[in-house]
T-cell receptor, first 114, second 113 residues
Framework: DVKVTQSSRYLVKRTGEKVFLECVQD?????MFWYRQDPGLGLRLIYF???????EKGDIPEGYSVSREKKERFSLILESASTNQTSMYLC?????????????FGEGSWLTVV | GENVEQHPSTLSVQEGDSAVIKCTYS??????FPWYKQELGKRPQLIID?????GEKKDQRIAVTLNKTAKHFSLHITETQPEDSAVYFC????????????FGTGTRLTVIP
């Protein structure tokens, strides 16, 4: 069974703080993703990575960066958190690059920026 | 890039009735269309998917249909039960060379006992 683990389920951070959200998958998947989920907006892609040290921007990359130093780990970084980044963040992975791949999600990280 | 629209945003049905959720997509090169169910406080989980060489797929009480010409696909849930209450997301794998899924905005289904 595929397991995608997000280290923090609930975080409260102050405006201007640097925030790290960590994600680990245990199935040797090539692709990893970070989505943001907001009511009425669905799931929006922030960044994805198809290989170690590779990254590509999604639909809403502004204010975020990512790091993929190891295949199993994909980190989302908020360099200077702002209140409009209060949201639920979902990490996901899929086996291969390209289409026809099932994406598996982590449990989500609820971030509140005050 | 791909644009996926999903309707309705909310849907209430009586237990035992059927529920239908519809999605349209913009990129004719998209070829994989999964549906995810997200229960309150939990992760989205794949419930069924369909690929572009198939027009319909069924798994017990759920089915998905795909019309490639019209670029729309639908989720059908029959004999709904209270545990079907959740948010459902459609998605489309975007086009040639694309490497990610594009999601609809979700439908909150409530099954009334």
């Amino acid at each position: 069974d595929v397991k995608v683990t997000q280290s923090s389920r609930y975080l409260v951070k102050r405006t201007g703080e640097k925030v790290f959200l960590e994600c680990v998958q245990d199935m040797d998947h090539e692709n990893m993703f970070w989505y943001r989920q907001d009511p009425g907006l669905g799931l929006r892609l922030i960044y994805f990575s198809y290989d170690v040290k590779m990254k590509e921007k999604g639909d809403i990359p502004e204010g975020y960066s990512v790091s993929r130093e190891k295949k199993e780990r994909f980190s989302l970084i908020l360099e200077s958190a702002s209140t409009n980044q209060t949201s639920m963040y979902l990490c996901a992975s899929s086996q291969f690059r390209g289409s026809r791949n099932t994406i598996y999600f982590g449990e989500g990280s609820w971030l509140t920026v005050v | 890039g791909e644009n996926v629209e999903q309707h309705p945003s909310t849907l209430s049905v009586q237990e035992g009735d059927s529920a239908v959720i519809k999605c349209t997509y913009s990129d004719s090169a998209s070829n994989y269309f999964p549906w995810y169910k997200q229960e309150l406080g939990k992760r989205p989980q794949l419930i069924i998917d369909i690929r572009s060489n198939v027009g319909e797929k069924k798994d017990q009480r759920i089915a998905v249909t795909l019309n490639k010409t019209a670029k729309h696909f639908s989720l059908h849930i029959t004999e709904t039960q209270p545990e079907d209450s959740a948010v459902y997301f459609c998605a489309a794998w975007g086009g040639t060379g694309a490497n990610n899924l594009f999601f609809g905005t979700g439908t909150r289904l409530t099954v009334i006992p």
